[in-house]
Nanobody
């Protein structure tokens, strides 16, 4: 199984970015997907999760109302639309998959991880 995260970059505060996570190696629709992030000197934290069908999503309180997670099972891809970005959103963003757990904030519940994509928000 492989997950390839992309779409990071440098953006000014208040701006937007869309991250993508391309999945391969097993049936995409049997996996819940999550985004985590890790800022310098901080622990990895849960950002958002989406169910296998895409019908349910969960978000960390810090991103609710600003970030939207979606997936396209026909394209084996999950997305994270990030709006109203803040400097504190600066981090490496990782996507991860789980066959058993949806929206779980415990990183140990996820089977495979992408390599991460860097998001930098300038003030």
């Amino acid at each position: 199984v492989q997950l390839q995260a992309s779409g990071g970059g440098l953006v000014q505060a208040g701006g937007s970015l869309t991250l993508s996570c391309v999945f391969s190696g097993r049936t995409f629709s049997t996996n819940a997907i999550a985004w985590f992030r890790q800022a310098p000197g901080k622990e990895r934290e849960f950002v958002a999760g989406i169910s296998r069908s895409g019908g349910s999503t969960q978000y960390a309180d810090s991103v609710k109302g600003r970030f939207t997670m979606s997936r396209d099972n026909a394209k084996n891809t999950a997305y994270l639309q990030m709006n109203s970005l803040k400097p504190e959103d600066t981090a490496i963003y990782y996507c991860a998959c789980s066959r058993l757990f949806y929206g779980n904030s415990d990183s140990a519940r996820y089977d495979y991880w992408g390599q991460g994509t860097l998001v930098t928000v300038s003030s």
